[in-house]
């Protein structure tokens, strides 16, 4: 008898590494989604694709798995740039000829230097000659870190709302409930672009004019509702159990019954919804930078990179398109198999 | 609902008022004196307290008049009855055509789930949904119109049909193909749920055969969960195909609020979102009863 009490229960975390590694799927998706997470950290501290603004090829330069390939625009390029010869001489007619030689000194002291430019790139350049590749890695850094951070924030928002409802209920609960009502009857879409339209001409404007900020508010500021309401159906099935109850016995105070005790036995339910969530976000994020509403213009996404691929496409230059839709497509699917994986692996009644 | 909507109001209205620009700041432009700027206050009513402010953004709302666009002078009325023809045009097809086509490709991988085929269909949905939007549409078009010369790259005209078989099946087409992968996946957990339940072991245990079981018992069962989702998905029916009149150049409603989002159009942003919330909770007080049609079971309090 005294053999069987002695059990001791498998720890809940490593009873999920152990369930997770069984399953295939979610192993080979576990892999690719560190992969990409070591990539961005890669990329985040400079070690990788540092250079992705800089024009290292010639324009819409081939991929290098194409070859050599005629390239009218690059062509079209280098003639331009030997043409510039000898303006037109202005000096009887400018307003400005006074100036010219203050001009020309200054001109003297700044040294331009033509660099090399290649005439392919591991995976093609763009219009104006950036590595596609470079670009493609440091868009995934920036797409999956809006994607994150937006979801982490949106599960902060809607977990704290969702455990003050669940727990308190009552006139907590009902203030709250209309504040979801609220946010989930206006279509989300038209959340986003209040939010877009107030962000980018209000009073905050220069406050997030440069950075991801603005997209993470208007991702997580749309994007609580969910978590807010699975959250609050936990903690109302929770409060009363007798393990939180034990615990007002001993004295716990409201604030560690709420996060000390009960949110350790709902996280499983916060994480797979912070994983949908991720998902969700990375696609609005590329649909909005894409449409100029999301990330500023010195950054990079996969939404910026498909705003370009639009139009080099009908020029027959697919490749920035394809580096894009790859890169996102894989992670994506990674990251929704794994999820599933997570849920099946965090389901009791699978145990 | 009315305190749902009295709190859209608000929403709406100090989100602008606290976040957003100075309109008379917007209104006036780069290069305003500072009396033209007093003016344009005062026409707005910006110089009253904010309360009588409210007052004025309520009776805007209850009247139908949002005066003009500040940027194309046009009557926000206007602007929602000659663009909302066009956003239909496209979208209720849409609609009708992605719940068509999920319900039986999403029967028929419940019927046969846990085989190749199911998990084939789910892999390709799971990928398919990984990649955006965006990339179906540029691709879409270049293939179909560009390349293939099957429809017009974009355009509109204001006649009905033409524009419904002429400029409309290339988007319609496009977003039905991408609404199908998560319909079918949403209504595949839906029968799957059902096929759980004891009345279908009830009907198996009398010799039912499974796709006679699946036809009378699951699906008018798993009607509850379609029809609610179905709901859901109404309220898109006005602004949701707002990527696809970018992309083809069609006036509709959706195009119209991103254009006012670019040029800080607030008095178009403000009406559509009030409005368009309203017609969201009409629509789901219109399923909720619905449902008692679909399910003499669910009685509404």
Known sequence: MAAVLDITPENAWLALWRRLREDRVGAVSLGIVVAYLAMIVFAAAGLLARGWSEEV?????????????????????????????????????????????EWQKRTAELKTTERERSTTLPW???????????????????????????????????????????????????????????????????LIFSLAAVLRSGAFADLFASGIWTVVIILSVTGWTGMYRLVRAEFMKHRSREY????????????????????????????????????????????????????????????????EAQTELVIGKWWQLAAATVFMAVFLTAFSMLTDSLRDALDPKLR | ????????????????????????????GQVASQEQIDAIR??????????????????????????????TREQVSSIFLTRLPATLTITIPILLLEVALALPIAMLVAYNRGTLLDRTVMAVCVAAMSISFLVYIIVGQYIFAF??????????????????????????????????????????????????????????????????ILRKHVLRNAMVPVLTNVSLLIPGVFVGSFLLEIFFSIPGLGREIYLAVNRSDYPVIQAVTIY??????????????????????????
């Open chain 2, 276 to 301: 368009l919330s309203v017609l969201t909770m009409l629509i789901n007080l219109a399923a909720d009863v619905l449902y008692t049609y679909v399910d003499p079971r669910i009685q509404l309090r």
């Open chain 1, 57 to 101: 090829g010639v324009p819409y330069a081939n991929p290098a798995f194409v070859g050599e390939r005629p390239n009218f625009e690059a062509q079209l390029a280098q003639r331009a740039r030997e043409k510039r010869g000898a303006a037109v001489d202005l000096t009887d007619v400018d307003p400005l000829a006074p100036k010219y030689g």
């Open chain 2, 147 to 212: 390349q293939l010369g099957w429809f017009p790259v974009q355009g509109w005209s204001d006649d009905f049909w033409r524009n419904l078989f002429t400029y409309a099946p290339l988007p319609i087409v496009l977003a039905a193909l991408v609404g199908l992968a998560p319909q079918t996946r949403l209504y595949r957990s839906f029968f799957l749920d059902e096929t759980k339940n004891d009345y279908v072991r009830t009907a198996r245990a009398k010799g039912l055969s499974e796709p006679a």
């Open chain 2, 42 to 71: 005062r026409e707005l009513g910006l110089d009253r307290p904010w309360h009588v402010q409210l007052g004025i953004f309520l009776r805007e709302i209850l009247t139908f008049d949002f005066g003009k666009s500040w940027m």
């Open chain 2, 1 to 28: 609902m009315v305190p749902t909507l009295a709190g859209v109001v608000l929403l709406v209205f100090f989100l602008f008022k606290f976040f957003g620009g100075d309109p008379a700041q917007i209104l006036a």
């Open chain 1, 244 to 307: 939180v109850l034990a615990a007002q016995a001993i004295g716990a105070s409201a604030a560690s019954r709420m996060f000390v005790h009960i949110l350790p036995n709902v996280s499983h339910v916060i994480l797979v919804q912070l994983s949908l969530l991720v998902v969700a976000f990375i696609k609005v994020e590329v649909i909005l930078s894409f449409l100029g509403l999301g990330v500023p213009v010195d950054m990079v996404s996969w939404g910026t990179m498909l705003s």
């Open chain 1, 124 to 190: 093609g350049g763009d219009r104006w000659g950036r590595d596609v590749l470079a670009k493609a890695i440091k868009g995934s850094q920036v797409s999956i870190a809006v994607g994150v951070v937006a979801a982490l924030c949106a599960t902060l928002i809607g977990t704290i709302l969702g455990a003050f409802a669940g727990f308190y209920g009552r006139w907590v609960n009902d203030f709250l409930e209309w504040v979801y009502n609220v946010f989930t009857s206006i279509p989300s879409i038209l």
